[in-house]
Structure formats: C-alpha cells, structure tokens
C-alpha cells in the first residue's frame, strides 16, 4: 500500500470534536487506499502551559526534565486520535517517540532527528492496521531519555517519517489553507500560491512566514518529500492547499514568490569602530559565542582609519549583544565609541527562484520602496532573496507597495 | 546510604507552590542522610480531565490508548518535581515508568506489577545523586506498551519501590494527616491512630476507606513494608501520622480498631429461585462473567422448593447484574419469579484485630443498632470484621453510634 503522512497541528486537535473532524480526513485516505501515519501536536494552548510550568519552576532548566515534562502534550493528543480512528472502525494505534522509536542526538530541547527505524510500524501495517498515530516533536536521546526537536517540531517529524517511510506526500494540516505570496492579515491583495519551490518556502519561513517550520522544509527539500499544506478546517479535494516541491515541478515562473516580513529585528549600530584588518572578527567572534543571532550585517566608508559597524539581530537579543560587545571592549579587543540599538526597525523581504534570471529584481523592488518614501537601512542578499530593513511604522505599506510592484495578486 | 520512599498525591502536588513545599520535605529527609525516592501522581484534577477526554472519545475504550493519555499527568509532575529539587540544589532527575522499567503484566488500565529492576536507580545514588522522582501510577507491560495500575496506583507504586529498594519506610503524603476511627466528617469524635495493623488497614481500605488503595496495604503487608500516613499540609515530626504495620508492632489491643461505610452499594433480590443443588453457581457465574463485584450474599430459609437470593453490588453494576440473570433466565439455566433492587443502602462495617480474642464483639454491634432502630438487611463476617447492610438514611446515625459503644474516641 502506498504509505501518506498526515500532520495536525494543535488548533487542528484543540478539541475532542477537532480531533473527530481530523479522523474523518484520515479515514477518507484510509478509504482510498492508503496506510496512513498520522503525526499529532499537542492541543493547542497545553505546550504553552507545560513550557510556563517549566520556566516558572526553573528558569535556568534542566533541558531533559523540560523534555519530560513538555512532550507530555503529545502523548495525550496521539492515544486520543488513535481511540477516535477506532471509533470510526479504523484500525490505529498511538505511539510515543521512544516507542517507534525516534531516535535524535541529546541536545534536549532542541534535538536533531538520527534515524527512524521503520520495522515496528511497517510489521504494524503489514497485520492490517490502517493508520500509526505518532505524537510528533518528540523521540528519545543516546541517554535513553526524552528529548523535544524544538517549536515546531512537529512539522519536522512529519517530513522525517515521510522521508524514512518513502510516503507519496506529507500533508501538514494547520490553520490556514496553504502559503500566501504574503501574510493576508496585512496585505488584502495576498494570494495563495498552488506551487512554491522548496528554496522559496525555505527563504519565506526563515524570513519570517510562519506556515511552516524552517528545519522541516529544509529536510523535505533534501529528502524531496512532496509537502502540502493546507487547511484543517475546511472541505477541501486533492489539489487544494499549497504544494512545495522541487523547482522543476513548479509551474509558476515569475521573479518573485512572495514577500515575508519580520518584526522581530533589531538594528545596533557601533559607532568610530577602529578599522583595521581583523576587526570584523573581533566583533562578530564575541557575538557569536554569546549566542546572538547576527542577521544583516553593514559596514560603512572607513574615514580616517575608523567606520561605523551596523548588524541586525532578534529583538531580546541586543542586551546580549551590548553587554558581549561591551565586554569585548573592556578587554581591549575592540574599540568604538558608542553603541546605538534602534528596536523600531522590521526587516521586509522579496523571495523568488525567478530572480536567477530575471534581472533588475533588486532595482524594482528599491524603487517600489522609493516611490513611497521608505528610507532603507539595511540590504542583504541571496541569490533567491533582497531583504531590507525599514522603519517598522513603514512596514505594512512596504509590504503592500512590493506586493503590487511585482503584481503577485495575478495568478 | 539508607533509602526512604516517599509519595506525594495529586492535592499534595497540585499547584506550582505545593511541589515546592513537598520538595522542602524531601530536601529535609536528603539532609538528613537518606537516599530518596520520590513518587506523584499527577496534579490534582489532570488525571480526571484526561479519563473525561477517553471517556467522551470512545466510550468502550481500547486500554492500551487509555494508559497511554492518563499516564501522561504523572509524567509533568515527575519532571517539575525534578526541576524543583535541582533548583534548591538537590541533586535529582525524573523516571518515567518505562525508563526504570516498572514492568507489568498487560492488563491495560488495571495492570499488575511484576518486576522493579533496582539497577539504574541505584547507579544513580552511586554517582551522588540524591533523589529519583518516579511518575506513579505507570509501567511498562510485555507488549511494550504503557500500562497504569488502575486508579489510587500511586500509593501501589511507591509500596512496590520500597519493597524492591528495601526502603526503610514508605511515607504516603495526603490531605488527611492520618488513619482514623472513622470518618471526621461524619462522626466528630472520630481519632487520629497512632498504628494500625495490616489487616485492619487492608479490611478499613476494601470496605470504603479511601486513604489508602487496597492493593498497596496488601502489597505492604506481603513485604513488610513500614508504611507512613501523613498531611502533606501540616509540618510535623517524625511521629506524626498513621503507620500501618505489622501485627506485632501494634501497640493498641483493642477489639475494634475502626468504623467504615460505604455509599456505593446496592442489594439486589432475586424473589422465589426453584432451589436446588447448583443454583448458586448458575446464578454467580453469569454475574462474575459480567464482571459484577458481588459483595454480601444471603439465601432466604428455602420453603416449597422456592428461596429469595439476596447479593449486594456496587451501584452502578446494578444494570449490568440485572441483564446479566436476565440472560441466564432467557437461556433457562436459572428460574425466579422477580428482581428487586434497592440502591437506597449502605455498608457499615466495625474492623479490628481484637476480634480475634474478644467475645460478643457483633453481638455489641447489633445491640447498637438495635438500640438506635435501624433494621439489618443483609450480614457478612470475617475473623477480623463485621459488615451490615442497612438503610442509606441510617449510615451517619449507624457510623456514629458504633463509634460509641466500642469508646473508639478513647486512644
């Protein structure tokens, strides 16, 4: 039987009448000729709940008591879906990480997939069970405990079963009903894509898109796992959604896919930083090991032997970045003077495989940015994406103002 | 190093603040030398919540699918106890029940334990950690699957450690802060024991005393387990509580020892059954097939052939008796004229080792009643205990003036 993995996440399962409503979806695959394994999230609100106990008890926590404590959520929501698929006459039943068994490295918390052993669920589909519920986000360490792939997880497991099981496609059921050219919610023109490429999902959720989580589609590019994503709330037949798939199945052939946006950004400015060679890793080595993630990064004219070094980071992370910079002067190592954070800057990005060969990508996008009077910051640039950072209070209409330079509501 | 097992049930561990508190008193014992390990249940109200969810999705559940969501309870509680400890810097981590292995056998949702290896748990006390926190009430079966020991598995849990560890004590935390006479709420003079024997706690817990799970005093008893009963809302010293122990330990000779009832009993009467060799078994076996939980049986003076056959049952398997003797009628295998069934009753019952040696204890039992008009339905005896089934109405009056004539208020 051709095998298909099917991914609920947690406002899909937020209520027993949810979870019926999912069953239902995987009972009509099953109907149609498919083993299914089906990988759950916890109902929606509960991780949220555990990971709140967890920090509140322990801010600096034990990494593998907070995987004991926070895959619970899991557990429950697969041996619930499992008693539904058999109340609908559909042979299931649940397992826990450990018991496929999941196997990741014991960086709890944020654990990275080994291996999936299929033998036990193949013997299980070989006797006639129809469909393996597997609570996601979960699998067991080297150490023999517990350990969680981070938020999200949930979406990596499923590519990683599809990927092991050689499934014909990972469904990943969610909220919305597949991946815009951007976020509806502030552009009213946003149209759902039918295809997107791997690489262009990839750059839209690093970039900000929340839909899917970036390490899962990074694995279902590299294993070229069909995904789909698309709405657990409604009724929907075979080429709903949105499909990610390798480039050469992707019909659409524009310059540009979407535009994602990230609120989330920080600009920190060092200012008369002594410019000599080597500088660049004095600053960013510190940074690194501190653990901030650096973004963008710009570095003006040197004037008279000295320049101003401006970089982008999460939001929470510039006391971190101020304090690893600061230190890194006491020590002599670097020398500047002074430290500007601007908190109220967002970053707004164009993706799309088309820019390979489209040129002037770049150019229209400044120009569009222009005509609104949007002063950019910062640029970075790949060769699928321009990302720019801007005042935050500009960033809906920078968003907007993109949308229709690139005519992305036309089909 | 000595090892003490001490358990914690959902009141005494329901809030963020009252793990906290349970954990001082574990971190009191550690300072005080003792190698600990640690058993919860789960946080007060999860467990019902969770049985609501399997009982709401399939109302005939499959066993296996319900351990695997009701154990999960256990498991947060068993990582924030963990966390907890480590943040008063005690070294500890969390066992979920197939990690030790608690092993059972795999009768799902009321599975028996079998095996608890000792060898990681000990290891770890060997490396210098001082607390194992254990999530109750689960074990892993043959199948590899979760099991859980049935409702109250905490307490059986913790018994079995500390029979497995040879513990020199198990200490049951709860919301009462010991055994008593009788039920405080219902009998005002009701007394905190000191100790109680076994067999008087074992017969106190079947016929109604909810303080402690039958199966962990039977469990106690077979291994000679010292058993503690203590508030885990008061501070107190290492005298406080109940300890259920061996006979011989037991400084109180008294007759009766304490007074119990339960509300969850119905009488049920088949009228004029043709009496003849065999007929009870045709009537108990259909009823044990059904899995009614026969208590009391009386059997009328046989007149004519004909005989009333009295038995008392839980409440709520009154329906599944009646269908039960009904089938066996429609099959011809029995032959009465009516059922009568009366869930208006109540069982109170007077336990006490001194039964053994005391004369006219049921004789001064009866004259109680007697004295107080309440009318005996059905008797049931054994050499520690006497159970008489009367009105529901009756109970406190009946619980009250028993708790007199023995002077039971008197230590």
Redesign the interface.
């Given at each position: 039987m051709p095998i298909l993995v099917m991914k609920f996440g947690g406002t899909s399962v937020a209520t027993?009448d949810r979870?019926r409503r999912a069953a239902k979806r995987v009972g009509r695959e099953v109907a149609g000729g498919y083993d299914v394994i089906v990988i759950v999230s916890a109902m929606s609100g509960e991780t949220n709940k555990?990971v709140g106990?967890?920090e509140?008890?322990?801010p600096l926590?034990?990494a593998?008591?907070?995987d004991?404590?926070v895959?619970?959520?899991e557990?429950?929501t697969?041996?619930?879906m499992?008693?539904?698929l058999?109340?609908m006459d559909v042979s299931a039943?649940?397992w826990?990480g450990?018991?496929v068994p999941l196997k990741t490295n014991s960086a709890h918390a944020s654990a990275r997939i080994e291996e999936i052993p299929t033998g036990n669920i193949l013997a299980k589909f070989g006797e006639g069970m129809k469909v393996a519920v597997v609570a996601g986000f979960q699998g067991i360490g080297d150490d023999?405990?517990?350990t969680t792939l981070g938020r999200g997880g949930s979406d990596t497991t499923a590519v990683a079963f599809a990927a092991s099981f050689k499934a014909e496609r990972c469904d990943i059921f969610t909220d919305v009903d597949g991946v815009y050219t951007t976020d509806p919610r502030i552009c009213g023109k946003a149209r759902k894509l039918d295809k997107i490429a791997f690489e262009e999902m990839l750059e839209l959720a690093s970039l900000g898109a929340k839909v899917l989580q970036t390490r899962s589609v990074e694995l279902a590019m590299r294993y070229n796992v069909k995904l789909r994503v698309l709405s657990s709330f409604e009724e929907h037949n075979d080429e709903a959604g949105t499909l990610v798939c390798a480039e050469e199945d992707n019909m659409e052939s524009k310059a540009v896919a979407g535009v994602a946006y990230s609120k989330d950004e920080a600009k920190v400015t060092l200012i008369s930083v002594a410019d000599r060679p080597g500088v660049s890793a004095a600053i960013f080595g510190p940074l690194a090991d501190a653990g901030v993630n650096v973004d963008m990064i710009v570095q003006n004219i040197s004037e008279e032997g000295r320049t101003d070094m401006t970089f982008s980071c999460p939001t929470n992370q510039v006391k971190r970045a101020e304090k690893a910079v600061n230190d890194a002067k006491a020590r002599g190592e670097i020398n500047f003077h002074g430290l500007v954070a601007d908190t109220e800057v967002c970053k707004v990005s164009i993706v799309g495989i088309g820019m390979r060969s489209h040129a002037g990508v770049a150019a229209r996008m400044f120009q569009a940015l222009r005509d609104e009077n949007i002063n950019i910051k910062v640029i970075t640039t790949s060769e699928i994406k321009v990302s720019v950072l801007i005042d935050r209070k500009y960033m809906e209409l920078a968003v907007q103002a993109l949308h229709d330079a690139f005519e992305l509501e036309k089909g």
């Open positions: 027993l979870i555990l106990y967890v509140e008890t322990s926590f034990d593998r008591e907070y004991a404590v895959s619970s959520g557990n429950v697969a041996g619930l499992a008693l539904t058999q109340e039943r649940s826990q450990w018991q023999g405990r517990i």
